[in-house]
Every structure is written in structure tokens, then in C-alpha cells.
């Protein structure tokens, strides 16, 4: 099946710094990709979806400033946390959809952000 | 708006017991409906997925779930329990229009050897 792969799988950064996160898909081309953050024992709530060579759509209440989009090509987007903070602090997870028959969404294996 | 309801934030059953995790749907047309597991620390996996192909759906893992239109439901099954089977599971809902994934608040299933 379908793989998407994160990178890093675990950072831990300095308040203020900025972290760069990135989500392949590895054996297909994925036009759309979505950004999730998972706060510990909550739920998945969907932050961006990324549109290769186009500009994200941010979920209401979510800082395009602070979360950067990047969708260069149709297997690589990537979130910066930009000056991150402790609050930043969570799991990442992306998904890319596989713009075939199917159009199913394959997720990462998340990427975990601790901000001292 | 689309959105899921799932009953129950933790759920335990003995080995070999039947799984039952329950989740609502609220939609003004046909969704696709999913089930999750996620291990911790871990991604998502895909257990099943309705694409209104089959009432009945079958997944991996031995589980099932039926979508009742008539109940707006999508409760996912198992006959019998694993020890491996204890994870967290999220019921979710697709905008079929724009591909985005709603999830529910996920259900923690523990199991008692």
C-alpha cells in the first residue's frame, strides 16, 4: 500500500526557535496533503490543507503566520512552527490523498514537537 | 456541518469478549464514513472505510462495521478480543466535495486478560 513518511519523528526545540516538518509520500504522487495537530488523549483536529503550487487553506482559528505550508512538489509538503512556543508543543500527523480511483488519504506517522 | 459522534471515551472488555464501539454521524448527504486505530505514540491506521459500496464492511484485524442510514450510524465490531486490540480508535467522516477528514473524539479500548 501507500506510504507517507514524516521527518523528523521527534524534535525538541528551544522557545522561539523555528521547526521545519516534513511529509512525503513515498510511492505516489499526492496533490492534496492535510496537517492535523493531536493534543495528548484528544482527538485529530485538522490545522491546513495543502495544495501543490498553491497557497494552503487554514482551518478556522489556525495562525497561517505561525504554521507555515509548503507544497513544492507532488510528493513533499512541509510545516514550519514558526517561534515556536511550550503551547506548540504536540503531535503532528499529515496526510496526503492519492489522487487515484480511490482518493484515499494515507497518514504519517506523526511527528512529535516538545518546545522547552 | 459535518460531524461524528462517538459514544463513549473509554471502553474495556474482557478477552475474547465482543467489541462494540459505537459512533454517530451527522450529515446532509452520503458520507464516507472511516474507522482509525492508532497505537501510541504511533500514526494512523486504516481499519475500514464505507464508501456506500456495502452496508456491511470489512476491515483488517477482524473487525467490521455496518453503516445504518437509518440510525446515521457506523459502529464498529469484533467477535472476539485481543490483547493487541488495545488502542485508540477514531470513527471519521469525509467531505466528499473537498476530501477533508472530521474526526471523532476517539475511543480508548482496553482489554482484561
Known amino acids: 500500500g501507500a506510504v507517507v513518511s514524516q521527518h523528523p519523528s521527534r524534535v525538541i526545540c528551544k522557545s522561539g526557535t523555528s521547526v521545519k516538518i516534513e511529509c512525503r509520500s513515498l510511492d505516489f504522487q499526492a496533490t492534496t496533503m492535510f496537517w492535523y495537530r493531536q493534543f495528548p488523549k484528544q482527538s485529530l483536529m485538522l490545522m491546513a490543507t495543502?495544495?501543490?503550487?498553491?497557497?494552503?487553506?487554514?482551518e478556522q482559528g489556525v495562525e497561517k503566520d505561525k504554521f507555515l505550508i509548503n507544497h513544492a512538489s507532488l510528493t513533499l509538503s512541509t510545516l514550519t512552527v514558526t517561534s515556536a512556543h511550550p503551547e506548540d508543543s504536540s503531535f503532528y500527523i499529515c496526510?496526503?490523498?492519492?489522487?487515484?480511483?480511490?482518493?484515499?488519504?494515507?497518514f504519517g506517522p506523526g511527528t512529535r514537537l516538545l518546545v522547552l | 456541518a459535518q460531524s461524528v459522534t462517538q459514544l463513549g471515551s473509554h471502553v474495556s472488555v474482557s478477552e475474547g469478549a465482543l467489541v462494540l464501539l459505537r459512533c454517530n454521524y451527522s450529515?446532509?448527504?452520503?458520507?464516507?464514513l472511516f474507522w482509525y486505530v492508532q497505537y501510541p505514540n504511533q500514526g494512523l491506521q486504516l481499519l475500514l472505510k464505507y464508501t456506500s459500496a456495502a452496508t456491511l464492511v470489512k476491515g483488517i484485524n477482524g473487525f467490521e462495521a455496518e453503516f445504518k442510514k437509518s440510525e446515521t450510524s457506523f459502529h464498529l465490531t469484533k467477535p472476539s478480543a485481543h490483547m493487541s486490540d488495545a488502542a485508540e480508535y477514531f470513527c471519521?467522516?469525509?467531505?466528499?466535495?473537498?476530501?477533508?477528514?472530521?474526526f471523532g473524539s476517539g475511543t480508548r479500548l482496553s482489554i482484561r486478560p
Open positions: 495543502s495544495n501543490e503550487g498553491s497557497k494552503a487553506t487554514y
Open positions: 450529515s446532509s448527504v452520503p458520507p464516507y
Open positions: 471519521a467522516v469525509e467531505y466528499s466535495s473537498a476530501s477533508k477528514i472530521i
Open positions: 496526510s496526503a490523498l492519492e489522487a487515484a480511483a480511490h482518493r484515499t488519504q494515507y
